[in-house]
């Protein structure tokens, strides 16, 4: 640590350390940075929301659409395919582009086919629908990460990425126990068609106001300036492949997510109805039982990204990454093998609610690393760790409704799930941040000591 000593000695012995203009200049910095957390935590928010609520309103919809539940798992299974299908693309985009730009478009087109989501006649048409709005939705976690990267410090990222999913799991819990409220009073059309319209008025604002990069105040332009934006600028409209395919951290990071979005997608897609038939409760009481493991979700993301900022201010960069999601992906391995064999609905969300808080803890590592490894193709690096949740959402979608028909329980779903939870356990042990597919990108320092660039930081910065 001598070189952060030296620099916070030249510093103060300057008399920069006691300008009030440079203070004022930080703090202002500091809320716009968390002005735009804030920003995309509600898009986050909204966008769970929206793919939530279809299974808040399976019942209404099924029976006025005469959809059986074979016919609903395609409709999931088609927003999941529509998440996969574009998610590399937007995020591309987004690295190309920029998040302002690429932010607003899908927003847009999400709250448009979320809109037109109340207007459908036949399963057909309803199937199309969501696969568009899958194709839309695609974009958004990516380019936020993508918009969080040219934004946050390194040492800020992991709250803010975990705040960004909270956003998600609030979303999800309220959509399952608001929506069935908001379908007895509006009807499932006019809730859809509302929620469209929220959406495309955020889009509007995002437009008008973001940014896609700062502007530094004068202290922190000669060196937080590299901690914030990316070093080789914008993407080229091409991704590298052979950085790609030839880091093992990306398959890691690929696999690990895959895994931890099998697990969480129950929440949005089968839990409720499941709950509602096995333990015969209302549509009401499911919904809010349905909600239990998404709150523990968030306090766990919450938790989680603290966790990570805390472990890489004390120099323990891979620590920082792997403890949390190794930790989040045991509890729910153990969790998910006693969930089939209880016998009420509160047991049951019990032990679900600690499957999900554990996946969710490795929610923040997993996409902090992203803009670890990927620099200045994080929203890349996250669109394809997204895609394979994607992917492994649409297998959770379908798969849930195929064991029950085979076996009549749900023990070997959890099982499945179990393992590839415990696979994804020991991925993290290999992942490492250090290594970014770009030379350019690397937040290390060259010499005997790896240490990450904050380190090396002006004292003052803290009140960045």
């Given at each position: 640590?001598?070189?952060?000593?030296?620099?916070?000695?030249?510093?103060?012995?300057?008399?920069?350390?006691?300008?009030?203009?440079?203070?004022?200049?930080?703090?202002?910095?500091?809320?716009?940075?968390?002005?735009?957390?804030?920003?995309v935590?509600?898009i986050?928010?909204?966008?769970?929301?929206?793919?939530?609520?279809?299974?808040?309103?399976?019942?209404?919809?099924?029976?006025?659409?005469?959809?059986?539940?074979?016919?609903?798992?395609?409709?999931?299974?088609?927003?999941?395919?529509?998440?996969?299908?574009?998610?590399?693309?937007?995020?591309?985009?987004?690295?190309?582009?920029?998040?302002?730009?690429?932010?607003?478009?899908?927003?847009?087109?999400?709250?448009?086919?979320?809109?037109?989501?109340?207007?459908?006649?036949?399963?057909?048409?309803?199937?199309?629908?969501?696969?568009?709005?899958?194709l839309?939705?695609?974009?958004?976690?990516?380019?936020?990460?993508?918009?969080?990267?040219?934004?946050?410090?390194?040492?800020?990222?992991?709250?803010?990425?975990?705040?960004?999913?909270?956003?998600?799991?609030?979303?999800?819990?309220?959509?399952?126990?608001?929506?069935?409220?908001?379908?007895?009073?509006?009807?499932?059309?006019?809730?859809?068609?509302l929620?469209?319209?929220?959406?495309?008025?955020?889009?509007?604002?995002?437009?008008?106001?973001?940014?896609?990069?700062?502007?530094?105040?004068?202290?922190?332009?000669?060196?937080?300036?590299?901690?914030?934006?990316?070093?080789?600028?914008?993407?080229?409209?091409?991704?590298?492949?052979?950085?790609?395919?030839?880091s093992h951290?990306?398959?890691l990071?690929?696999?690990?997510?895959?895994?931890?979005?099998?697990?969480?997608?129950?929440?949005?897609?089968?839990?409720?109805?499941?709950?509602?038939?096995?333990?015969?409760?209302s549509?009401?009481?499911?919904?809010?039982?349905?909600?239990?493991?998404?709150?523990?979700?968030?306090?766990?993301?919450?938790?989680?990204?603290?966790?990570?900022?805390r472990?890489?201010?004390?120099?323990?960069?891979?620590?920082?990454?792997?403890?949390?999601?190794?930790?989040?992906?045991?509890?729910?391995?153990?969790?998910?093998?006693?969930?089939?064999?209880?016998?009420t609905?509160?047991?049951?969300?019990?032990?679900?609610?600690?499957t999900?808080?554990?996946?969710?803890?490795?929610?923040?590592?997993?996409?902090?690393?992203?803009?670890?490894?990927?620099?200045?193709?994080?929203?890349?690096?996250?669109?394809?760790m997204?895609?394979?949740?994607?992917?492994?959402?649409?297998?959770?979608?379908?798969?849930?409704?195929?064991?029950?028909?085979?076996?009549?329980?749900?023990?070997?779903?959890?099982?499945?799930?179990?393992?590839?939870?415990?696979?994804?356990?020991?991925?993290?042990?290999?992942?490492?941040?250090?290594?970014s597919?770009?030379?350019?990108?690397?937040?290390?320092?060259?010499?005997?000591?790896?240490?990450?660039?904050?380190?090396?930081?002006?004292?003052?910065?803290?009140?960045?």
């Amino acid at each position: 640590m001598k070189l952060h000593q030296t620099t916070t000695q030249h510093i103060a012995s300057s008399g920069e350390i006691a300008n009030p203009a440079r203070f004022a200049q930080a703090a202002a910095f500091r809320k716009q940075r968390w002005q735009v957390v804030g920003a995309v935590v509600t898009i986050s928010f909204l966008t769970i929301l929206a793919r939530a609520g279809i299974s808040a309103a399976k019942a209404p919809m099924a029976r006025d659409l005469r959809i059986n539940d074979v016919s609903f798992g395609l409709v999931f299974g088609a927003f999941a395919l529509g998440y996969a299908v574009f998610m590399l693309p937007c995020g591309l985009l987004a690295d190309r582009w920029g998040p302002r730009k690429s932010l607003a478009v899908s927003v847009f087109f999400w709250s448009l086919f979320t809109l037109l989501t109340g207007l459908v006649s036949g399963v057909v048409l309803l199937i199309s629908i969501r696969f568009f709005f899958g194709l839309a939705e695609a974009g958004v976690y990516p380019q936020a990460t993508r918009a969080l990267y040219n934004w946050m410090l390194p040492r800020e990222r992991g709250l803010a990425l975990g705040l960004l999913n909270i956003g998600s799991r609030l979303g999800a819990a309220f959509g399952l126990a608001a929506t069935p409220f908001f379908i007895e009073q509006l009807g499932w059309r006019r809730s859809f068609v509302l929620l469209g319209i929220f959406g495309a008025v955020w889009a509007a604002i995002w437009f008008l106001w973001f940014h896609d990069k700062p502007d530094f105040p004068p202290a922190s332009k000669d060196v937080n300036a590299r901690s914030i934006a990316p070093k080789s600028g914008a993407a080229k409209l091409a991704i590298p492949l052979q950085e790609f395919l030839s880091s093992h951290n990306f398959y890691l990071i690929l696999y690990q997510y895959f895994a931890s979005q099998f697990t969480f997608f129950i929440c949005l897609s089968w839990l409720l109805p499941f709950l509602k038939s096995r333990y015969a409760i209302s549509t009401a009481q499911a919904g809010l039982y349905a909600g239990i493991p998404l709150c523990c979700g968030a306090l766990a993301m919450w938790g989680g990204g603290s966790m990570v900022d805390r472990i890489f201010k004390s120099g323990r960069w891979q620590l920082s990454r792997s403890l949390p999601a190794m930790v989040g992906f045991g509890l729910a391995a153990v969790a998910l093998l006693p969930a089939p064999f209880m016998q009420t609905p509160e047991t049951f969300i019990l032990c679900f609610a600690l499957t999900t808080a554990g996946v969710d803890l490795a929610i923040s590592p997993s996409w902090t690393v992203c803009c670890d490894v990927g620099g200045s193709y994080s929203g890349t690096l996250s669109a394809a760790m997204n895609t394979m949740g994607a992917m492994g959402s649409l297998a959770s979608s379908l798969l849930f409704p195929i064991l029950m028909g085979w076996t009549g329980d749900i023990k070997v779903y959890f099982g499945v799930a179990a393992i590839l939870n415990v696979i994804a356990m020991v991925c993290w042990k290999y992942i490492d941040p250090s290594r970014s597919l770009l030379a350019s990108d690397s937040l290390i320092r060259s010499g005997a000591t790896i240490e990450p660039i904050e380190s090396c930081m002006p004292e003052y910065v803290d009140t960045l």
